[in-house]
């Protein structure tokens, strides 16, 4: 993944917009409103892939939540959790609990003709910060995607450091089980932080932007 994806590529304003879709409505992500039972939904698209055939970002690489315990339910379609070494398959009407400092990733059944949706919320509701990183961070790779280009490593790296997220991108193959996870955790968890630090002081990413998120609730109407 390239470091740096230029800063002027256009953004697309959604801030006004609940649910947001993207590829032509081939995926979705809608935001509840506060007090939810869920926080949002989320649309991954048939054998996770946009309509150029090209891999959605809908279905997200692995990653640690170090605040949160993260619940899903499977609304409609199937789709694989990945949990450490654990692979679970989920179909529709089945829930899956993540706990804090877990590195997990999920996607839809791959072959599979049929989008999976599913419905999502955490233990401790942070409402604004992960309101802000969901609409952040999926249309920027969104606009990425339209451009042509990469997203950058260190703009990720700002989105993530603000909700707590870590992406689990480095292994350490020297230490195994559950304690090896978390020391993955914190190995990833430096590495998030320098690169958002250089990407906020360096480069001048920012870990919001007014088209994709209005911290006055514009686009949380009709939700």
């Not at 993540?98 to 003709?113: D, K, Q, Y």
């Not at 250089?198 to 006055?216: K, N, Q």
Request: charged share 20%; proline share 7%.
């Amino acid at each position: 993944m390239p470091l740096l994806t230029p800063l002027s590529i256009p953004r697309t304003k959604v801030s006004h917009l609940n649910p947001i879709t993207y590829d032509h409505d081939r995926a979705v992500n809608a935001i509840y409103k506060r007090g939810d039972i869920y926080f949002g939904s989320q649309t991954v698209p048939p054998n996770n892939a946009w309509s150029d055939g090209t891999r959605s970002f809908m279905a997200p690489m692995s990653d640690f939540h170090l605040l949160q315990t993260e619940s899903f339910h499977v609304t409609s379609g199937r789709g694989v959790w990945y949990l450490g070494d654990e692979v679970i398959h989920l179909n529709e009407g089945e829930d899956m609990v993540i706990p804090p400092w877990r590195a997990h990733r999920f996607e839809n059944l791959p072959g599979s003709t049929e989008p999976l949706r599913i419905e999502y919320r955490y233990d401790r509701q942070r409402f604004a910060m992960e309101e802000s990183f969901f609409r952040n961070a999926l249309t920027y790779m969104d606009d990425c995607r339209r451009v042509g280009v990469v997203p950058s490593w260190f703009q990720l790296c700002v989105f993530c450091s603000k909700a707590w997220m870590v992406p689990d991108v480095v292994p350490v193959p020297w230490v195994r089980g559950v304690g090896g996870e978390y020391v993955r955790c914190v190995v990833n968890c430096v590495i998030m932080w320098v690169c958002s630090v250089v990407g906020w002081v360096v480069f001048g990413y920012r870990g919001s932007y007014r088209e994709y998120y209005d911290p006055e609730g514009e686009g949380r109407k009709g939700m």
